[in-house]
């Protein structure tokens, strides 16, 4: 029987995937899932200088079971990070920050609050990423998100500037310093605690908008 050429350009189709190495990786990413939950539940319960056996006791496992999907605590830690800024933090800045309000005041407010509820809800997450800041080799997570709100913030002030007809070289500093007045000042209370949580909610914002209500344009 005469064999019919292949045509050109046509490569064979691929081999069908290894299902029992995707499960494998399913199951894996799963499994660290897990382990970071449990790891992230032994911080709340212990506090920032948790060990891998606080971790293993949450988890209901041993530390044998623990390293064989971390290689080391520091690779536990970045995870808890990741955990905390993606599915704790940011959600709640960035989600008041996303909300159209039409009143500045009230839009910085929302920010400002949702971050002082933060330390207040969840003080050994916030201690926890807060000591964790200019270690080397270790991701900083709040560096990070002063970094995403900033940018987010700075893109709404530079719109509002272009819609006005306004320069908007500004946006990024004026955005940066609100976002670090605020971190800053709210990690000293956070300590300190020299007034209540509401108090220092209004004075933060009668701060940052008294700034930006100079610079900005009224609302169109």
């Known amino acids: 029987m005469q064999r019919v050429a292949e045509s050109p350009g046509v490569s064979a189709p691929p081999p069908s995937p290894d299902g029992r190495r995707s499960r494998w990786t399913e199951h894996r990413r799963a499994r660290r899932e897990e382990l970071v939950g449990a790891a992230v539940a032994a911080v709340r319960l212990v506090g920032p200088d948790f060990s ?3 971790v293993a006791r949450s988890a209901g496992v041993s530390k044998t079971v623990i390293y064989r999907y971390f290689s080391d605590k520091d ?4 995870a808890v990070l990741e955990r905390i800024s993606q ?3 940011l959600p709640r800045l960035m989600g008041e920050l996303a909300v159209d309000r039409p009143d ?3 839009q910085l407010r929302a920010v400002i609050a949702a971050f002082v509820s933060l ?3 969840e003080p050994a997450l ?4 807060y000591a964790q800041t200019g270690r080397a080799g270790r991701a900083d997570l709040v560096a990070a998100t002063e970094h995403a709100v900033a940018t987010a913030l700075g893109g709404l002030i530079g719109a509002r500037l272009t819609e006005a007809g306004r320069p908007s070289e500004g946006a990024m500093t004026w955005a ?5 007045m605020v971190q800053l000042a709210a990690h000293w209370w956070s300590v300190a605690r020299t007034v209540p949580a509401t108090d220092l909610i209004e004075q933060l914002t009668a701060l940052a908008d008294g700034g930006l209500g100079t610079l900005l344009p009224p609302r169109s």
């Open 126 to 129: 916030y201690r926890f990423a």
């Open 52 to 54: 891998v056996d606080d």
């Open 104 to 106: 500045d005041r009230e």
């Open 176 to 180: 940066y310093g609100v976002v670090g």
């Open 75 to 78: 690779e536990l830690i970045d």
């Open 119 to 121: 330390i207040e809800d």
């Open 87 to 89: 599915a704790i933090l």
